[in-house]
């Protein structure tokens, strides 16, 4: 079945720092990747997609490539600051439209 | 901010009770996942209801059920509590639109009921 594999955290960075969490899936078919973000007490929010290989999602700084080749979503971003401290989490959309998720990431970015 | 919005944000029950938790889906939105997200974990699907019929179900058991209504809100049921099900439950809603390929609905969360069994 489908499934998501996402580094493992937590990750502690200073602010301004490059960050990059690995996400790899198995799936059938062309899954839609996403990555959503989760601050403390609140529900998932979409962060950025992608639908297609090759296509590359981005908001607020973040950025991800659907690499089909290596079945890889990794997010990125260049320099991260305080207010980027969450949990984020890879996920995929297959077929039959149910997401699964990875474990999540724990993010803490120090001033 | 969504449009979902879930009831209770806060529920504590104890082992063998029954729960119902509710949903308003995001204006025109057709369809509605519900998900258990248990501490430090990811979210796992527990069911989908498409147009008021259930539309996928993950490895949940059958004391799991779910509704959806005609405005697409929908209640999330569980019988018997076991002090597992102790969780964050997350509903997600969603326009589905059939095409070739799915999956490429976004799902919009809300922020969650968070269930306590004693």
């Known amino acids: 079945g489908n499934s998501v594999t996402q580094m493992e955290g937590p990750v502690t960075l200073s602010e301004e720092a490059f960050l990059t969490i690995n996400c790899t899936y198995t799936?059938?078919?062309?899954?839609?990747l996403f990555w959503y973000v989760q601050y403390p007490g609140e529900g998932l929010q979409l962060l950025l997609k992608?639908?297609?290989?090759?296509d590359k999602g981005s908001n607020k700084g973040f950025e991800a490539t659907y690499r089909k080749e290596t079945t890889s979503f990794h997010l990125e971003k260049g320099s991260v600051q305080v207010s980027d401290s969450a949990v984020y989490f890879c996920?995929?959309?297959?077929?039959?439209?149910?997401?699964?998720f990875g474990a999540g990431t724990r993010l803490t970015v120090k001033p | 901010e969504t449009g979902v919005t879930q009831s209770p944000t806060h529920l504590i029950k104890t082992r063998g009770q029954q729960v119902t938790l509710r949903c308003s889906s995001q204006?025109?939105?057709?369809?509605v996942s519900w998900y258990q997200q248990a501490l430090g974990q990811g979210p796992q699907f527990i069911f989908q209801?498409?147009?008021?019929?259930?539309?996928g179900r993950g490895n949940f058991p059958p004391r799991f059920s779910g509704l959806q209504f005609p405005n697409y809100s929908s209640e999330l049921n569980v019988n018997a509590l076991e002090l597992d099900d102790s969780a964050l439950y997350l509903c997600?809603?969603?326009?589905?639109?059939?095409?070739?390929?799915?999956?490429?609905?976004?799902?919009?969360f809300g922020a969650g009921t968070r269930l306590s069994v004693l």
């Open positions: 996920a995929l959309s297959g077929g039959n439209n149910d997401m699964r």
């Open positions: 204006s025109g939105h057709n369809t």
């Open positions: 209801y498409y147009r008021e019929e259930e539309n």
């Open positions: 799936a059938t078919g062309y899954p839609s």
């Open positions: 997600a809603s969603s326009l589905a639109v059939v095409t070739s390929g799915g999956g490429k609905n976004i799902q919009y």
């Open positions: 992608a639908t297609k290989a090759d």
